[in-house]
């Protein structure tokens, strides 16, 4: 049995069932999770400070009382902190616990990279400051958002409320301007499910972030992610864009 380990925002309502959902049908992994408190989405101190170590290698060291094969930040902060923030994460995760680490950010990158895809479109239910961050960040990391859409959210618990009508609405008007991926960007969101159908419509890749989570987890921990079918090509291998040549 490979146990996955997931850290999880408190107010997070989404990721744990879409994550059993996805290895239900796979009776050696299990997945397992450690909430930490996150309500809030903004630029304020007070959020940000939501996402300090300390409260995130707590969680981590009671993932690892169960022995998991890795521990995953199973969250999108870094997209908005910058993927330096992530990276250190990891490394604290691994020395302070000895388990191996990754996050949805940092996997969901790896996996553009690797099918040399830089030209993305861009979902999430944020605050404009924050999206803009997210862009920022995105850019920097050698990234263009040739299209965006966001609904102006801020409280952690309200992003599961967003409905598949109005994501689907957006994905859609975000691959209108043909980017060689889409990324669904914030774990609280229900598009995981939704992914495989709008990519047969779409012919464009998306990339949801509690799939990235589980994607990066089955990779440290050596396992075929091509075992985990019916949420999307990310899964599978995304292929090569329209554009770039090559991960960086």
Not at 102 to 122: F, I, Y
Not at 180 to 208: H, K, S, W
Not at 218 to 224: E, L, T, W
Request: aromatic share 4%; hydrophobic share 50%; net charge negative.
């Amino acid at each position: 049995m490979r146990r996955i380990g997931m850290l999880t925002p408190s107010s997070n309502t989404v990721l744990e069932p879409v994550c059993a959902a996805m290895l239900a049908g796979l009776e050696d992994v299990s997945v397992h999770f450690a909430r930490f408190r996150v309500t809030e989405i903004s630029l304020t101190d007070e959020a940000l400070g939501q996402f300090s170590s300390d409260s995130m290698l707590e969680a981590a060291a009671m993932l690892a009382d169960a022995r998991v094969d890795v521990i995953c930040w199973n969250g999108t902060s870094a997209a908005w902190l910058g993927l330096d923030q992530d990276r250190a994460l990891c490394g604290s995760i691994q020395t302070s616990t000895g388990i191996p680490a990754t996050s949805s950010v940092l996997a969901m990158v790896a996996a553009l990279r690797r099918a040399g895809l830089k030209r993305v479109g861009l979902v999430t239910p944020y605050i404009d400051r924050v999206q803009s961050r997210i862009i920022e960040n995105l850019a920097a990391e050698g990234f263009e958002i040739v299209a965006e859409r966001h609904m102006g959210l801020s409280e952690n618990f309200a992003f599961a409320g967003v409905t598949q009508d109005a994501l689907a609405d957006m994905i859609r008007q975000v691959a209108s301007a043909e980017p060689e991926a889409i990324l669904v960007l914030c774990t609280n969101l229900r598009a995981a499910p939704m992914v495989d159908a709008l990519e047969r419509e779409g012919a464009i890749p998306i990339l949801d972030s509690v799939a990235t989570a589980v994607l990066g987890a089955f990779q440290v921990i050596g396992r075929s992610p091509g075992q985990i079918e019916r949420y999307g090509r990310v899964f599978a291998g995304l292929g090569r864009g329209r554009g770039a040549e090559g991960a960086r």
